[in-house]
């Protein structure tokens, strides 16, 4: 099977184009919004995840760290999970010809300062966009989450001259981990 025929890089593809769209405004596109919305989704997507398999195994999840550049052993779900999109994102800017060693990356101390959407405006905006995108394809939260993932590293190709891959790799952390925090919080409240 061609990989541009595999329905986590289709809808990978797809995410890219349609929330290109819904976030150009007469403006034009914001680098680090782009970049933050998609890390985002990829974040919430992962933590609906591991809140989903926690739930139905009667297992409270503590998300006490989500990634750390340094290799640890897993003290969480969240970590294992989390050091997955780091991997992803880092392969897939690696196939993409920018390598980038997961010891570079330089998370803002703004945070997601810089970005013109925040998380609620983001979900408002391409929640439905992602929920489509995910029955079509026939993925789940995990593969919603590495597919996301897979857009956020070719939004960060896409902004390589206007966002350094360094800081852009370090927003798109903080936007995992922003979605993945959240995430956990709307979950316990319901």
Known sequence: MSQAHHPLVEAALLLDR????????DEGLHAET????VARLAGTELQRSIHSKATQADEGVGARRFWSPRPRPAQASGDEHGQRLVAVLLATLAQLGEPLAEE???CPSEGSAGAL??????????????????RSHGLGSVEMAEALTIATALALHQCRDLVPLTRGAGLAVT????????????????
């Open 34 to 37: 782009w970049i933050l919305a």
């Open 104 to 106: 570079a990356i330089i």
């Open 18 to 25: 349609s929330i290109r769209i819904f976030l150009t405004s």
């Open 117 to 134: 959407l925040s998380l609620e405006q983001t979900r408002e905006r391409l929640g439905t966009l992602v929920a489509a995108c995910a």
């Open 175 to 190: 936007g995992f981990v922003e979605g993945a925090k959240t995430a956990l919080a709307m979950a316990a409240a319901a």
